[in-house]
């Protein structure tokens, strides 16, 4: 999934970038001395027959996401949207602790078959019909895998765990990337111990869950039986690129895969904000107090986006490729965040309309400690990405954990939920001043040190 090592030493001065390209555009032309023979070619052929799987040049120019990879991540607003809704009815009903438990499983579920099915788009995409069906298989499996998701809330709640119909989603998404790596087994001598490695450890933790889910333990044996296999799902991609080679994934375009993904976690902050407008306005007609509600949550969207993307994952994953690791799995927080943010929103709503029984302190905690993880999370990848850790960025991050603190305070204090919202706001609000003012050229200057 990703690489263990270092980039290779290139000289990279701008003399020789030309000589260097059309070197290696002679080569690819002439058919021969290139570890990426033809992989994808930048105009692909109208069809889609079958294609040779081989490694994509990680240096390939314009690479983007395609349409194919826009359709797949459509089913996960599906699943994304079932976990949000029930972790807020679970926050809602006082099941807090169950709710976040089976949040954390179905969320770890929905975000891990997303990650290796991107990465290995990344590294090896054809965009033939076999390619086409293997995802529409994966696409399949989330939509059983969110069906399922009710079930272990409700299970979980209960002490129990059934998790049946979301491990049989979840195994149809991983089968269906199987053969994927299989092709690639056979077609790509350069990378076939890593495909073999990776297909075998894919092989056995499905039959693992497959296993957990047939057995029906008690839910403290269930526990004890699923922690090999969350180390077998996690350390087997490092150890197959450890031991056998890596893929060629494209910083670029894996980035922006990652960011589509956070754009996509985002709609449920915005649905989040919707939800909690229709029960203002249900509660209490149209408002200023509404409109303030509106506005706010939709602004708190927008300003953890624009936070986001303050962090400049694909150029320094280009010269620091073993940096993804830290970087490809610290996701799983920004995503669970992401969509907690937007269930505690619905928990708002639901306060409002006297569906909740929790005080005003818990209905503010529902959305104010996942942005705080959220921040935090875009603080540890944005210092582990650069290798920096910026007195300044600190400084920012703080004045939002204070103003985090104001808003909990504020709720305590009987404020109406536009106030202590709008609070939620300027914390990542204070973030974004900061750096276009002046974080912006400390990030430069340390571009300007890791690029060199």
Request: hydrophobic share 55%; charged share 15%; proline share 5%.
């Amino acid at each position: 999934m990703f690489t263990a090592g270092t980039s290779p030493s290139v000289d990279r001065s701008p003399a020789r970038r030309p000589n260097e390209r059309r070197a290696r555009g002679a080569r690819c032309r002439a058919g021969g001395g290139s570890r990426y023979p033809r992989a994808v070619s930048s105009h692909p052929p109208l069809h889609h027959r079958l294609r040779r799987v081989v490694g994509r040049d990680p240096e390939e120019s314009h690479r983007a996401a395609t349409p194919l990879e826009l359709l797949y991540d459509l089913t996960f607003v599906i699943a994304f949207g079932a976990t949000s809704t029930q972790l807020a009815h679970a926050i809602a009903e006082g099941h807090t602790a169950s709710g976040l438990a089976a949040f954390a499983f179905a969320g770890f579920a929905v975000g891990w078959a997303w990650i290796n099915y991107s990465w290995w788009a990344s590294a090896f995409d054809t965009d033939d019909w076999f390619l086409r069906l293997a995802t529409l298989v994966q696409m399949v499996g989330v939509l059983i895998l969110s069906l399922g998701v009710p079930d272990v809330f409700a299970s979980i709640a209960h002490g129990e765990l059934d998790n049946g119909i979301l491990v049989a989603g979840y195994v149809i998404m991983r089968l269906g990337l199987l053969p994927l790596w299989i092709r690639v087994a056979v077609q790509d001598p350069n990378h076939r111990r890593t495909a073999i490695s990776y297909a075998v450890s894919i092989s056995a933790a499905q039959i693992g869950w497959v296993t957990v889910a047939i057995l029906h333990l008690p839910i403290w044996a269930t526990v004890v039986a699923i922690v090999p296999l969350y180390v077998i799902e996690i350390a087997g991609p490092y150890a197959a690129e450890r031991k056998f080679g890596t893929i060629p994934w494209h910083p670029h375009h894996i980035a922006e895969r990652y960011g589509l993904l956070v754009i996509i976690t985002l709609g449920e902050v915005i649905l989040g904000t919707a939800t909690t407008i229709s029960a203002v306005v249900h509660e209490h007609g149209w408002s200023l107090d509404a409109a303030l509600v509106g506005f706010a949550g939709t602004a708190l969207a927008f300003a953890l986006w624009w936070v986001y993307f303050m962090i400049p994952s694909g150029p320094v994953l280009a010269r620091y490729r073993e940096r993804a690791w830290v970087w490809g799995y610290g996701h799983l927080v920004v995503f669970g965040a992401l969509v907690a943010t937007g269930a505690g929103l619905d928990v708002a709503a639901m306060a409002t309309e006297g569906e909740s029984e929790l005080g005003a302190v818990e209905v503010a905690g529902a959305v104010i400690i996942p942005v705080a993880v959220l921040l935090l999370a875009f603080f540890t990848l944005y210092s582990l990405l650069l290798s920096a850790f910026d007195p300044f960025h600190v400084l920012l991050f703080g004045l939002a954990f204070v103003l985090l603190a104001a808003a909990l305070a504020a709720a305590a204090a009987g404020a109406p939920l536009s106030v202590w919202l709008g609070l939620v706001v300027l914390a990542p609000t204070v973030t974004i001043v900061g750096y276009e003012t002046i974080g912006h050229r400390h990030q430069a200057a340390r571009l300007a040190q890791l690029l060199a």
